[in-house]
């Protein structure tokens, strides 16, 4: 199977949907059909430092989507990006589209000279873990959230 990465596209909305709700039931979250319609009209906002990009097979079917976030730094002179979301669908794993989508953003960093790409995962996500270590070992960081009740 060849595997293409590419920019999201307006007709690939019904598709993005059945992978960002997987991806949505695999962290444990019930998918939100108002934060999904916000998160796709600033997926298709070109102005926007909210980013996705997908593979696709060779019949152009979308198998795999990565969000990312292009933002300003506090330690850098560049901006950095932040892959917020990857998730392939179950029925084309191991077959490298996690690696292709990853190797897309390496890329994409070095051409437009970002100074950082970085990823959060759950501890106990061990298939995306020897994907993410084959590329940096994690930093030791711990991630801690705190949620206003009050919004979405």
């Not at 108002?34 to 996705?52: C, E, F, K, P, Y």
């Not at 998730?87 to 890329?107: C, E, H, S, Y």
Request: glycine share 4%; aromatic share 12%; with cysteine.
């Amino acid at each position: 199977m060849q595997i293409t990465i590419r920019k999201l596209q307006i007709n690939d909305e019904a598709r993005w949907r059945v992978l960002w709700e997987g991806y949505c039931h695999f962290y444990k979250r019930e998918p939100s059909e108002a934060i999904t319609q916000h998160l796709w009209n600033r997926l298709m906002d070109s102005t926007g430092s909210v980013n996705s990009i997908v593979a696709v097979n060779n019949d152009n079917y979308v198998i795999g989507i990565a969000n990312y976030v292009v933002h300003e730094n506090t330690s850098t002179l560049s901006p950095v990006c932040y892959l917020q979301d990857i998730f392939v669908d179950p029925k084309a794993r191991a077959k490298r589209v996690g690696r292709t989508l990853m190797d897309w953003l390496v890329n994409e960093m070095k051409n437009k000279k970002w100074s950082r790409l970085y990823w959060n995962t759950k501890e106990d996500n061990y298939l995306a873990r020897i994907l993410y270590d084959s590329y940096t070992p994690h930093s030791g960081f711990l991630k801690y959230v705190m949620k206003n009740d009050e919004i979405l």
